[in-house]
Nanobody
């Protein structure tokens, strides 16, 4: 099973940029998709972005398109989420998750990293 550890969450101001990371370990990642989700206070879980490990193909949620970029470092086994032009509404706990491309459900989740955007 894949183990995931997020890092990089911080308190920033609106308009700032921030990069958070997800370190993956445990097995070969060929055929896997890694995603970022977030959960804001009193809100449900929201899909942010995903990336296919082998091809690097990204996908984004509508609320972050054009502002966030997902990438991966194959050599370091790290998935990054670069966030720019942060809004107060981006405040949330950000979670990294992994699943096999052909499966619907995610098999692994990280513990989350807090991103707080102040006005």
């Amino acid at each position: 099973q894949v183990q995931l550890v997020e890092s990089g969450g911080d308190l920033v101001h609106a308009g700032d940029s921030l990069r958070i990371a997800c370190a993956a370990s445990g097995r070969s990642f060929s055929g896997y998709v890694f995603s970022w989700f977030r959960r804001a206070p009193d809100k449900g879980r929201e899909f942010v972005a995903s990336i296919k490990w082998t091809s690097g193909t990204p996908s984004y949620g509508d609320s972050v398109k054009g502002r966030f970029t997902i990438s991966r470092d194959n050599a370091k086994n790290v998935i990054y989420l670069h966030m720019s032009d942060l809004h107060v509404e981006d405040t949330a706990v950000y979670y990294c998750a992994a699943k096999r491309t052909a499966y619907r459900d995610y098999e692994s989740w990280g513990q989350g990293t807090q991103v707080t955007v102040s006005s």
